[in-house]
């Protein structure tokens, strides 16, 4: 982390920490990727200078001209820092292999592995920094990022539910891989702004099959990550596509794979939507997909994420900050809260219009 004036930054830059108003409710938060409207947004509030990460969103190194104050000497912030640049960078090499795809190449699957496989053994003993780096989706790279994310928390689920090192290796390649068909739509319709029409949607879920053309002959994949890839918008009841399967004719892959891309897809910008929270997506994940995702798997998740312990600081969706003093047994995402402004004790499950933004510490 690093303190730099405002005219030195630029696009792509990363928020290593709050830019307070006059108010005590920031004007851009932490974590957030500089556009060149904020960048304008900074100038006109009069903003002297900030402090950023020493990556980009891209994932090469930021190095100003000039730096007022260098932090970057712990050993975690280091290794943080470390770790968001590899992530980045994984999301632009499969951008490249992706663009090969839309190109007419065939999936080099040594290539995919080489991008997922060493970021993967870097997060999977880290679950806070992977829960994290939803942060760093932007929406111009949604479907790259959605990808490389998908892939880890799939590998991460499988390594929770007990699969050993091989095979959630092949669960991590079954998400990086479950949208490959994508490759051979429009790309018109994968860059739309607006809601896809009935037409559009039909073409879209074609990727599906699609996907698993592309991967069908390749000996060095597991078959059910080749079903991963054509099964994961299936759903138990069989509401899903391509086929309506039921829940027993649904890979296990798939069904990791499936949770996987729900989630990611609900915590993150995107060119019609925006993010969630992840305690917000994953109460609407509970609610939405009761009978359609396994619930076994999307225990895994709330477990995981849910981690609380009493004391733990937490931002709210309305901008204050506040300390966990319950923790509800039955509603683990909406612990009973200390708003540390006030010193007012707020029920998380009682007031339904306020949610958990972000753990904080």
Known sequence: MMRVKVSQLKEGCILAADVLGKS????ISKNTILTPFLL???KKFLVEDVYVKSVLVSG?????NEIIENSQTQERETTEEEIISFYLKAVQQYKRIFQTWQSGLPVDIREVRDTIIPLLDKLIEAKGELFSLYRYTTKEDYLYHHAISVGLFAAFIAKSLGYDKGDYYQVALSG???DCGMSKIDPRLLTKSSALTSEEYKEIKQHTVYGYKMVQKLPTLQEGVKLAVLQHHERNDGSGYPFGLDEKKIHPYSKIVAVADVYHAMISERLYRAKQSPFKALEQLQADSFGKLSMEIVQVLLEHLTTFNIGTKVKLSNGEIAEIVFIHPDAPTRPMVKNLQTNEFVSLRENRN???E????
Not at 24 to 27: C, E, F, L, R
Not at 60 to 64: A, G, L, Q, V
Request: charged content about 15%.
């Open 358 to 361: 972000e753990v904080i510490s």
């Open 60 to 64: 090469e190194p930021f190095i100003p």
């Open 24 to 27: 005590s409710k920031p004007i």
């Open 176 to 178: 990086v891989l479950c």
């Open 354 to 356: 306020i949610h958990i």
């Open 40 to 42: 304008t947004v900074l």
